[in-house]
């Protein structure tokens, strides 16, 4: 059994994936890299074979027909054989010298009494045109180097939050979880970093700035005026995340820190979604604001209590022109200060 499985959604990425599988192989035989080529009309399958031939006990090449992000991360999931997995996107890549040490701690919890369920470690944004590249970390927030629980969790600042790109997760766990994100959709990443947190038990932190999230490419997802366009799919998305609350409402009761987190990413995603819809500007999109915000408030209204009086949550419904107004000036400054595309 390999001790790590790394999934590379591939979509047309010819021209930069080749940087991203490259840094990856520097973990040799305990890796199990899946390029998962999702249908691709460019070389992506050709490369993918490539590497594949080039490296048969490393790298696995898996095609298959177009059905977005989660559909590649689902493909993963399913055929990773290794003790824990790992996302990585076609645009970014690692660090080797961060990227030792993380194995070198999982070979460890591998051998381990205790069963480690989510590794955690920084990722840097690699933003286009930055002199200076800002680092995600979160040594305020948890313990570092020692397996912890949500107990040992402190307080997450506003914006500072677990992405895909942080994240190592016990694959038995996500298997046993039931994960599956939606097919031809966008932003399900989120869901990745959320549907399994109920099921972890046993954390470790590593203050090291392996993943690079690189930021700027033409066409990004998370470039804004695409995310005003694929608005219904970040809304889809939202709508899930606020579901699987409601849903799980008694399940998450039991672990206070944890369901807080949760809420307070919600918040985020939330606030995402109303911005980009203030930001679109048109009575429709404008409508769509108030349809989710309602949608919330009939699902579950402790929750949307809890969306709608929270600071951010509060500044994305302020009345009229001038509440907008304030409402995307303190998304301009979080644009600044956090490197969103």
């Known amino acids: 059994m390999k001790l790590l499985t790394v999934t590379i959604p591939c979509y047309n990425s010819e021209n930069y994936m080749e940087k991203c599988v490259d840094s990856l192989l520097a973990g040799g035989e305990d890796v199990e890299l899946l390029i998962v080529d999702d249908g691709s009309s460019d070389r992506t399958a050709e490369i993918a074979d490539n590497y594949a031939e080039k490296y048969p006990s490393i790298v696995r090449a898996i095609h298959k027909e177009n059905g977005g992000h989660g559909s590649a991360v689902n493909t993963g999931m399913e055929n990773a054989t290794g003790l824990f997995f790992k996302v990585v996107d076609s645009d970014d890549w690692v660090k080797e010298s961060e990227y030792r040490k993380i194995l070198e701690v999982l070979r460890k919890a591998a051998g381990g009494e205790t069963a480690l369920d989510m590794l955690i470690s920084n990722f840097v944004y690699e933003k286009q045109g930055e002199k200076k590249n800002k680092v995600m970390r979160y040594r305020h927030a948890l313990p570092e180097n020692e397996i912890f629980t949500w107990k040992q969790v402190k307080h997450f600042h506003k914006g500072q ?69 694929r608005i219904d799919q970040q809304i889809k998305v939202n709508k899930i995340m606020v579901d699987y609350m409601a849903e799980n409402r008694q399940k998450l009761k039991g672990n206070r ?13 939330t606030t995402v979604s109303s911005i980009l819809l203030i930001r679109g500007g048109t009575e429709e999109h404008l409508q769509k604001k108030k349809e989710l915000w309602n949608y919330i408030k009939q699902k579950d209204k402790v929750l949307y209590m809890r969306l709608r009086y929270g600071i951010l949550g509060n500044s994305m419904n302020l009345p009229g022109k001038g509440g907008r107004k304030i409402s995307i000036e303190g998304y301009r400054i979080c644009q600044r200060f956090f490197k969103f595309n």
């Not at 869901?191 to 090291?208: A, C, I, Q, S, T």
């Not at 820190?257 to 985020?268: F, S, W």
């Open 161 to 229: 939050y677990i992405l895909m790109h942080s994240v190592i997760f016990r694959t038995k766990l996500l298997q046993e979880c039931g994960l599956k994100l939606p097919e031809n959709t966008f932003y399900v990443d989120n869901l990745f970093v959320f549907e399994p947190l109920p099921y972890v038990r046993n954390m470790y932190y590593m203050d090291v700035n392996f993943y690079r999230y690189y930021i700027g490419r033409e066409g990004q997802s998370v470039n804004e005026t695409i995310m005003i366009s």
């Open 257 to 269: 820190k944890m369901r807080n987190y949760m809420i307070n990413y919600l918040e985020i995603i």
